[in-house]
Structure formats: structure tokens, C-alpha cells
């Protein structure tokens, strides 16, 4: 079992705390995790894309004009591709883009990707996330005080609406509740931040 330090809102040691194995020790399974964020980012496609081929364009179907004669190439009506109102060539049409995943391959994945954090040195453990004034400048004390490099996901176990406010306007720092962190979530940002809540939840679901 790994032990690191806790820390405040200040970036002061206030502790250590000890991390589960079996959820930060896991075998990085980056063929797993590819899966896992394709999954996630092909199911937040709408997937409503839709235009008219040339069957739905309204309007006729007559001759524009006569077969010989003009010059032009033959044309047999206005609704073609090559006719501005027309039809589109293949045009995209709703459909699915779900795939599934099962909650077994899910979690193995997302513990995967805490474990590679950890081994990374992009974890920092949190006593908790208090932002109680909901200001944007408490939220960027916070960041600057441990100076991260790239991105920052703040993982809670109950983050409040003021905590979601002051951190909202910062470009590189997102809270997240423990409830819904997903492997996405986890690689998309360079710098985790597990407050001690989290960690305790994840701990009891492994159990």
C-alpha cells in the first residue's frame, strides 16, 4: 500500500493517508482504456445529423432542358448534387453511435488510470474541497498555491454548488463528483485531486 501526504486548501501538509492496492496499485491496461474513452466520447454523439438526397429534395423531377442541342451536358432533373437546391452525394442521416461497454471492463479501466497517475506523481490528496465564498479568486488561491502544470480535475464526494461556481470561470481547473468520475475524466487532465471523501468511497466499493 502506498502512503502519501495530505494536504489543505493551502498546499500545507496537514497528514498522511494510506491508498488501497487493489485501487491504486492496478496493471496499467492502456489497450483497456482506449476502449473505455472511445466508448464515452462515441456515446456523447448525438448522432442527429440529417440532409435531403436527391429523392427527398422537394420539387420536380422534369427535364431542365432539352436532351441536344444546347451545348450544356445532358441533365435529367434540377434536384442532382451538381445543382444549387439539390441533393447531397451520401448524405448523413441519423444514426447511433453507441457502443457498449461492460461495468467489469469500466472500472478496471478507471482504476488503471488512477494507478498510472499515482506511479506519475499526478495525484495530490485534498482533507477537502471547501470553497464556501463560491469566489472565482478563492479558486485560483487554490491552484496557485500548488502550482500545477496543465490541467486540474478536482474529484469530491460532495461538491457544493459554490465550489462548482468558483472553479467554473478558471480554464484549466473542473470539479467532479466521485459518483460520476470516469476514466475520460481521468486522462483528459494532467493533475488529479482526490480529497480524502473520494478516496473513501472508492476504498468501500472495491470492499
Known amino acids: 500500500m502506498a502512503k502519501v501526504k495530505v494536504y ?19 496493471e496499467y491496461n492502456e489497450p483497456l482504456i482506449h476502449e473505455v474513452v472511445v466508448a464515452y466520447n462515441a456515446n456523447q ?18 427535364k431542365p432542358y432539352r436532351q441536344k442541342g444546347t451545348g450544356r451536358a445532358r441533365q435529367g432533373s434540377t434536384k442532382g448534387p451538381q445543382f444549387t437546391g439539390g441533393g447531397v452525394v451520401f448524405a448523413p442521416k441519423p444514426r447511433d ?29 485534498l482533507d477537502k474541497f471547501d470553497i464556501p465564498s463560491a469566489k472565482t479568486k478563492d479558486a485560483q488561491k487554490f491552484v496557485e498555491a500548488f502550482k500545477f502544470d496543465g490541467s486540474v480535475l478536482v474529484v469530491g464526494s ?17 470539479t467532479v463528483n466521485i459518483e460520476l468520475l470516469n476514466t475520460y ?16 468511497y472508492l476504498q468501500e466499493a472495491a470492499e
Not at 496537514?14 to 491508498?19: A, D, I, K, Y
Open 158 to 174: 460532495n461538491n457544493a454548488d459554490a465550489e462548482i461556481k468558483a472553479s467554473r470561470n478558471i480554464p484549466n481547473l473542473s
Open 45 to 62: 454523439r448525438q448522432g442527429n445529423k440529417s440532409t435531403l438526397t436527391r429523392s427527398e429534395v422537394r420539387g420536380h423531377a422534369a
Open 185 to 200: 475524466d481521468v486522462v483528459a487532465n494532467k493533475n488529479i485531486v482526490l480529497t480524502q471523501d473520494a478516496i473513501k
Open 97 to 125: 453511435f453507441s457502443k457498449k461497454v461492460n461495468k467489469v471492463a469500466k472500472r478496471t479501466a478507471l482504476l488503471s488510470a488512477l494507478s498510472k497517475k499515482l506511479a506519475d506523481k499526478q495525484i495530490t490528496v
Open 8 to 26: 489543505n486548501m493551502k498546499a500545507e501538509e496537514v497528514g498522511t493517508c494510506t491508498l488501497d492496492d487493489d485501487i491504486f496499485g492496478v
